[in-house]
């Protein structure tokens, strides 16, 4: 029997349970007279728990281990000079075995493979068997105990809430693993790459070529894990699209909060919003077809050399994507200005402008700068614009007219590839990835330090 | 005195048309700045729509072709087996030859072959294995074209270029416009882009694959975070101590909605295939690192939805005997409920666009067959417009702007829901 039946049974013997249990307290609150301490469906809810989670925390247990243990038995099952070899050929014999184990059978040839393969399928038998009896015996056990325990005096719904709110408290702890599973996957594969190249050369290093050799006297082999000029490229980019962004973000906010009629502003703000939704992938198709040869066409026209893959076309594209996140943000932050500040100004006469610029805008300056700081955060982020616009080769340049490189370009190109996981090509994007990670991070935590410290409270 | 007050009333009134310019002005930026990002906006939509709308659209060959007998079954048994295994290319070029009597020269047989797609025997082979009455008939059929008749039909081919500058040759160029001439070649709706998988040949790949590989992961991420997003936030607005632990939390789910897409394909990369050795490039990996994406907005609009439900609701549950469970679900969690839809449902269209961390699970490769279960290696449809993207083909810019299209069609559809639901649902308490 298939997990998925097994699981599909497990959950239709709970709702039988349910049913069951509640029919016991119903029938109890009639007889003795005795009022229920809970409403009956509690009761049933408690059956149903008891029978089905212990046998799911089984099934579950069993699904994680059952692969391994299995293929360890086989292993010991292996003839002796099999089972001595270093760990990569066992590990090539082992994927042997499971090919074989799945339909591959003809293409095997050696008899010891295909034993084992046997021997190897013999034991999922047993052991889905097991697991079925296990899931049984237990589901029957729990079902058997909180049957019985089901009295008028029984406290079922304190059980049951208080399984709901372990519950909810287990889900909300999920934010915390996948933190600290983004640290440490990242951590780990860094620090492995740390022992191949030095961090000061990663950090500080110039020259952005990353080629590993194969063989000793393999022609191309130096390679050069210096990232500077990666960050660089993806700072250019930021800039560029920063410089977009925020005038023409921070304008239209504050065309939307103070000039705009509420007509304007029910129809302004949702079409600035579409921006947002827009995927990124299209946003790189379009720079890639539409931008880039326009602007390579008008630089040609001006004299310039342009090349096609600018930065000055990722960036401006960037800076289109973000024009709604900073205009969202400096709006709420703006619309938080009281209006008594306004009409004092107002009041020694000045325009709106002079109003606006003297005394809205430095008052919501924290929220403002915040919001820049994480617009940038996500800016810098910022993969499929780059991969589609951007260039692959690492030029170090301030030139917006030139083709750079940025982080997220990298590390897409050195995992989607045929990379054998531990060579320090691909170690070294988890070590990019570390260093993305911990810049967005500290931008987050700086822009939420600023919007704190330096607002003002108004009453 | 009085001439104090006129100097500095003089003052006033001479700055006064400098500073209502000032304000003009700034006006106008800030009305500027809406325009221009308007402008890009519609200069983004016309861009994809001119570049798009020929993708779903087909170019057809409308020819008449002699169904052979002795070339297709030849004892005349009618087996299936035997009608299959013919070749019905063959039969294709045979009518473009007779068409072009002229053509002579293998390498400009050659060329005159290729005005038809790759696919076309193929449909061929189904019409007749459908209805082999066919067989000696002579069949006046629409058949896909190939990418020759495609690129000059959408006015792609520049036709001053030199002979070697454009992908489709002179000849063949007075060959196809005959056939314009003669009406044999034509439009028609692109329905195989709808149901097709990918495909190295242009006129034949269609997203079939793709969305069906999005629909799996999307399910995938629903069922994941919609759950534990709700549950998380309701623990953490309605249950939970207000002391330092939670505030951690909180900091660090509002970090995590901001972290970039692609840390989350690094970390799917890491735990979800290396550690857990899950099936790569799967809907079901896919759907776990998109769930852990959508997850920190799913919490954050639950909290606020929940938020927003006043108190005096509450503290009428309490009135009437209700437990703090009771509370929550039978009273503060249906009045919440709308809110949390529309966050969730734009979380989720989110979720349905993203394509980086995809890249890092392995969601693109070429797969051309339409997966079958959440387990099959599939692709999904942002990073298939991606794929294509990088195709080298001219045709494949129409295709990548089509699937573009329909991405955001589902996409508007699903905005277009959460604000519908905003505003059906919503209440101001």
Same mark, same amino acid.
């Given at each position: 029997m298939s997990k998925t039946t097994l699981l599909l049974? #497990?959950? !239709?013997?709970?709702?039988? +349970?349910?049913?069951?249990?509640?029919?016991?307290? +119903?029938? #109890?609150?009639?007889?003795?007279?005795?009022?229920?301490?809970s409403l009956p469906d509690y009761y049933g809810y408690y059956v149903a728990l008891w029978v089905g989670?212990?046998?799911?925390?089984?099934? !579950?247990?069993?699904?994680? #281990?059952? +692969?391994?243990l299995i293929t360890s038995l086989v292993i010991q099952g292996l003839p002796e000079e099999m089972r001595t070899l270093p760990a990569d050929h066992l590990g090539l014999i082992v994927n042997e075995i499971h090919n074989a184990v799945g339909n591959e059978r003809d293409r095997i040839a050696e008899p010891a493979i295909l034993e084992a393969a046997e021997r190897y399928e013999n034991l999922q038998i047993y052991s889905s068997y097991l697991l079925v009896l296990t899931a049984g015996l237990i589901s029957a056990a729990g079902f058997w105990r909180s049957y019985q325990g089901i009295e008028a005096s029984f406290r079922a719904r304190i059980q049951v809430e208080g399984f709901v709110t372990l519950l909810l408290m287990a889900c909300s702890t999920i934010a915390i693993f996948t933190t600290i599973g983004i640290l440490l996957s990242v951590l780990f594969e860094s620090i492995r790459f740390f022992q191949s190249v030095r961090p000061d050369d990663f950090l500080f290093g110039l020259r952005w070529s990353p080629q590993m050799a194969i063989r000793a006297d393999q022609v191309g082999s130096t390679g050069g894990f210096g990232a500077v000029p990666l960050f660089v490229g993806t700072f250019l980019i930021s800039a560029v699209a920063m410089a977009v962004a925020v005038p023409v973000g921070l304008m239209s906010a504050i065309y939307l909060a103070e000039y705009a009629s509420p007509e304007q502003r029910a129809i302004g703000k949702p079409l600035l919003e579409i921006l947002a939704g827009i995927p990124t992938v299209v946003y790189g198709f379009f720079a890639a077809l539409t931008v880039a040869p326009a602007l390579r066409e008008l630089g040609e026209m001006a004299g310039l050399s342009v090349s096609s893959e600018s930065a000055l076309a990722a960036g401006l594209v960037m800076g289109i994507m973000i024009i709604p996140f900073v205009s969202s943000l400096s709006d709420d932050f703006i619309n938080a200005v009281p209006q008594s500040l306004r009409d004092g100004a107002y009041a020694l006469g000045a325009t709106q402008s002079e109003t606006i610029i003297q005394v809205v805008i430095p008052a919501a300056l924290p929220g403002i700068v915040g919001g820049v700081?994480?617009?940038?955060?996500?800016?810098?982020?910022e993969t499929m614009i780059v991969v589609m616009a951007a260039?692959?080769?690492a030029h170090l340049t301030i030139n917006p007219l030139e083709s750079v490189t940025t982080v997220t370009t990298q590390i897409v190109t050195l995992l989607v590839g045929d990379q054998e996981f531990n060579s320090p090509k691909t170690l070294a994007a988890f070590a990019l990835g570390l260093v993305l990670f911990l810049a967005t991070l500290a931008l987050n935590i700086i822009a939420l330090r600023v919007v704190r410290k330096y607002r003002e409270q108004y009453e | 005195m009085n001439s104090m007050n006129k100097q500095t009333i003089d003052q006033v009134n001479a700055s006064l048309k400098k500073r209502r310019a000032a304000e003009r002005r700034f006006r106008w930026y800030g009305q500027a700045s809406i325009i221009a990002g308007l402008l890009a906006l519609l200069v983004l939509l016309t861009s994809i729509v001119h570049s798009g709308y020929g993708g779903f659209f087909q170019t057809v060959l409308i020819l008449d072709v002699k169904m052979d007998q002795g070339l297709i079954d030849p004892e005349g048994h009618r087996e299936a087996a035997i009608i299959a295994e013919a070749d019905f290319g063959l039969l294709l070029k045979q009518s473009l030859y007779d068409m072009f009597p002229d053509v002579r020269e293998r390498n400009d047989k050659r060329q005159l072959a290729a005005l038809v797609s790759n696919g076309a025997a193929q449909t061929l082979r189904k019409m007749v294995l459908k209805d082999p009455s066919l067989?000696?008939?002579? %069949?006046?059929?629409?058949?896909?074209?190939?990418?020759?008749v495609d690129t000059v039909y959408h006015g792609d081919v520049d036709r001053h270029a030199s002979q070697t500058d454009r992908s489709v040759s002179d000849r063949q160029l007075q060959w196809i416009d005959r056939l314009v001439s003669e009406d044999k070649v034509a439009q028609r709706f692109n329905a195989s882009f709808f149901t097709s998988g990918d495909s190295r040949n242009p006129e034949q790949a269609g997203i079939l694959g793709a969305m069906v590989g999005s629909f799996f992961t999307i399910i995938v991420t629903v069922l994941l975070a919609l759950p534990v997003g709700i549950a998380a936030a309701i623990y953490l607005e309605e249950f939970s101590p207000r002391n330092r632990w939670t505030d951690f939390i909180e900091v660090n789910i509002n970090n995590l909605a901001a972290v970039p897409s692609i840390v989350y394909g690094l970390l799917g990369l890491a735990v979800f295939i290396n550690f857990?050795?899950?099936?790569?490039?799967?809907?079901?990996?896919?759907?776990?690192? %998109?769930? %852990?994406?959508? %997850?920190?907005v799913v919490i954050i609009a639950s909290r606020s939805a929940l938020k927003s439900v006043p108190p005096s609701i509450r503290e009428a549950a309490f009135g009437i005997g209700a437990s703090k469970v009771q509370m929550v679900f039978h009273h503060v969690m249906p009045l919440a409920m709308p809110g949390m839809m529309t966050g969730a449902i734009i979380g989720l269209a989110r979720a349905l666009g993203e394509s980086a961390p995809l890249l890092m699970i392995g969601m693109v490769a070429f797969i051309v067959d339409v997966p079958g279960s959440a387990l099959d290696p599939s692709t999904v449809l942002p990073v298939q417009i991606y794929l294509w993207a990088d195709s080298p083909e001219r045709g494949f810019v129409r295709l990548t702007s089509a699937a573009i299209l329909v991405l955001l069609a589902f996409l508007i559809c699903m905005n277009g829901l959460a604000v519908y639901l905003r505003k059906r649902f919503e209440k101001r308490w």
């Open positions: 049974v #497990l959950l !239709l013997l709970c709702m039988a +349970t349910f049913f069951i249990g509640r029919n016991k307290a +119903t029938l #109890l609150s009639g007889n003795s007279g005795n009022k229920l301490n989670l212990p046998a799911l925390g089984v099934v !579950l247990l069993w699904a994680c #281990l059952e +692969t391994q700081l994480l617009a940038i955060s996500r800016a810098i982020g260039g692959l080769s | 067989i000696g008939e002579i %069949l006046h059929v629409e058949v896909a074209a190939g990418p020759a857990f050795e899950m099936p790569r490039s799967s809907p079901t990996v896919g759907g776990l690192v %998109l769930s %852990l994406m959508t %997850l920190p």
